[in-house]
């Protein structure tokens, strides 16, 4: 049995009592009580002398003495179950607070968003927002870090949201998270085998004899185009689950001047390693969009990425009709940054003098771009087109 004792110092401690022994104890000190009573009656009555009297008189008030160190430790062990009772209820209440704080943190939490909203402080929604963040692809993950960052930093008129199914994107995560040496190596493997397959396809087919049997082998069959249907079909377009929503806010806000000019969407396309950007809502064709030549020469039609275009086909370009486009700027927002096809010092010597001054503005527009702050220098430029745009209405 344990009991919880007091040491000295006030502290309580757990010790081990063995209940068997004190009832043993007890028995012996009734024993030796008993004995000693009927030695007394023995020396009284033999009239002895009183000196062997006054020894047993000693033993028996050392038997009542340790009768009594006993009766005092179970008062106080009493006092010490009281205790450890009192203790043990306020735990309990303890752990009870402690298992109703999360629900009371929650309720804390939505009770207090009127208050940011007014406040203009939307700490929950920044939080959870933080949190989707880390289901971004790294491309987009740099758009959102580096947007953020520039409202945080110098108060730039925008907002940011993350949208998108999150289990699609857990999912998408985890997948990416499981993928080994092996799985990779798989991959390889197969398309190296479906390439050697083609090969040797190709090749029967340029050495099947022709139909009037003279041995001869036919012209070499032109090779059909996939389709742009066939490449949706593939998946060639596929885009990561969640996308950043980009809100560009107008900087000189009035009753006449809307406070929100302009909303893109940045999206990742899985299978082509690009980001591509459009105008949310955009009754425009793609062709009229304001993000069409945001910086010369950069229509969104070209894909910026040479692996994409052979994994597309060398004769098709981007899809024209999908409104988000994979312009050259968002590549470089993205932290891609894409080696031309050929060097530009070719491109320079083949063009005649009035291609070069137009090529040598491009690449000073760019230039300024790579210098200055992008992110700043794109959302000036969307502002400053947008409000011509709404001037000319």
Known sequence: MEVTMAEPDGVLTERNVDVAALYDMLRRCKASAEEIVAKMLAIKKEAEPKSELR?????ILLNFVTLRQRKELCKLREKLEQQK???Q?????????LSSLPSQLKA??????????????????????????????PPLYVIY????????????????????????????????ANKDAGNQAYLIITKLTAMSTNLVNSKLEDDVPDDNGDGQRRSKRPKKVP???????????????????????????????????????????????????????????????????????DTGLELPQQSAKLLIGSSLSFDESRTSRPYKWVQHLAGIDCLPEVSPLVSVSE?????????????????????????QTVVQRIRTRKKAQLASV
């Open 89 to 97: 209820e306020t735990i309990a209440n303890r752990k009870k607070f």
């Open 227 to 297: 389709s742009k249907e066939n490449l949706d079909h593939s998946g060639i377009y596929q885009s990561h689950p969640l996308k950043v929503i980009l809100h560009i806010n107008n900087d000189e806000a009035s009753d006449m001047n809307p406070a929100k000019l302009i909303t893109l969407k940045f999206e990742f396309l899985i299978n082509l390693n690009i980001v591509c950007v459009g105008v949310e809502d955009s009754e425009e064709v793609p062709e009229n969009d304001i993000l069409c030549n945001l910086f010369p020469d």
């Open 108 to 137: 804390l939490k939505k009770a207090s968003l009127p208050v940011q909203h007014q406040l203009g402080v939307p700490q929950t929604k920044k939080l959870m927002q933080h949190q989707l963040a880390e289901l971004l692809p």
């Open 351 to 375: 063009e005649s003098s009035g291609e070069t001054t137009k090529h040598a503005s491009a690449l000073s527009s760019l230039s300024l771009y790579r210098q200055q702050n992008r992110v």
């Open 145 to 176: 870090s580096q947007l953020f960052a520039q409202k945080e930093a110098f108060g730039e008129n925008i907002e940011l949201d993350i949208t998108g199914n999150v289990k699609d994107a857990q999912a998408f995560a985890r997948q990416l």
């Open 85 to 87: 009772k009192a203790l």
């Open 55 to 59: 020894e047993v008189v000693t033993q």
